[in-house]
């Protein structure tokens, strides 16, 4: 059986994605193998996809001829979903490693597991690879290896969390609360003065073509790189930046800005109409394109869709 991933996955994976974030065309230029598999799902590299039994457990990682080139024997974990650059994440024994897909241990399983114990939502034990390097942490310290495991950052405590590397960059929260950013090496570039950063019940979003959502008192916008202020403190919720756009609310309506901060779909969909759970921010779904479909609404059980031009469309 062939399915989408991103509608039967269990929690944990689906937490897993969503901190991650998987475009989605790499799924829509995926077209699993046939396999003796129970189940096939794709990953965030359409060159690969996962054979699953029924019960969901991982078995291998599979080719697009459906050849088995790394079994999950052996391991306690292992993180298909997050492969990224030919590298994906194991653990055993509760220490976390790297493998490459001839299923080599490029990096050996000696780091310490990434998910916060505080919090009971976190199923992210591993970072993926970006930019040839990757966030890790060893005896309760946090430090930035590449791929060949050579130290860039030194592990140390400066920060209370340092987050996923997006576009070069990985957000960090100093230990009075702060937000900033430092680059890829380690280098702090934005230093800690914000009050949040734009993110959802499985982590933060860090930059989105270009420019990244933050919170000063109980406003957001968003910044470059550099830490200008590209959009002004405005906003009471914000979305990261898709397809040229953002989705952004105002007095109780959302509507979508471009990175000028002008509006290219009114301010007309009530918050009423986004699906929340608990205390979460479970929203997340909403007010983000993807080839130009975007979720504004759930009324009466059924989800409303839009394009950039406000035209009510099909949902994906």
């Not at 999950?72 to 590298?87: A, H, L």
């Not at 591993?126 to 309760?140: A, F, H, Q, T, Y």
């Not at 960059?169 to 949040?196: H, L, Q, R």
């Amino acid at each position: 059986m062939i399915l989408s991933p991103a509608r039967l996955l269990p929690l944990a994976a689906l937490l897993s994605l969503s901190v991650y974030a998987i475009p989605a065309q790499a799924y829509e230029e995926c077209q699993p193998p046939k396999t003796n598999y129970e189940e096939v799902y794709c990953t965030a590299d359409s060159q690969y996809y996962i054979g699953f039994n029924s019960d969901y457990s991982v078995q291998t990682l599979l080719d697009k001829q459906g050849k088995a080139l790394v079994s999950s024997k052996g391991y306690d974990d292992i993180n298909f979903y997050s492969i990224n650059e030919d590298i994906f994440a194991v653990m055993k024994n509760g220490k976390v490693g790297y493998m490459n897909t001839q299923g080599k241990l490029v990096i050996p399983t000696v780091y310490d597991s990434m998910r916060d114990p505080n919090n009971k939502y976190d199923e992210t034990w591993s970072e993926p690879v970006s930019n040839g390097r990757i966030l890790v942490k060893k005896n309760g310290k946090l430090g930035i290896i590449d791929t060949s495991n050579k130290v860039i950052m030194p592990f140390n405590d400066k920060y209370a969390a340092i987050k996923s590397i997006s576009e070069g960059m990985a957000p960090v929260m100093s230990k009075s609360y702060k937000w900033g950013f430092i680059d890829k090496n380690g280098k702090e570039v934005i230093a800690p003065k914000y009050d949040g950063t734009n993110g959802h019940f499985g982590g933060v979003y860090g930059f989105s073509q270009g420019l990244a959502g933050m919170k000063k008192g109980d406003k957001w916008g968003y910044i470059t790189k550099s830490g200008k202020v590209a959009i002004p403190f405005v906003y009471d919720e914000i979305r990261p930046f898709s397809e040229g756009v953002a989705g952004v609310l105002k007095n109780g309506k959302w509507g979508f800005i471009n990175g000028a901060n002008k509006t290219m779909v009114p301010f007309k969909y009530s918050d009423d109409n986004v699906e929340r759970y608990s205390v979460n921010y479970m929203g997340a779904s909403y007010f983000i394109f993807e080839d130009n479909v975007a979720e504004v609404a759930t009324i009466n059980d059924k989800t409303v869709c839009i394009n950039k031009s406000d035209k009510k469309v099909a949902c994906r």
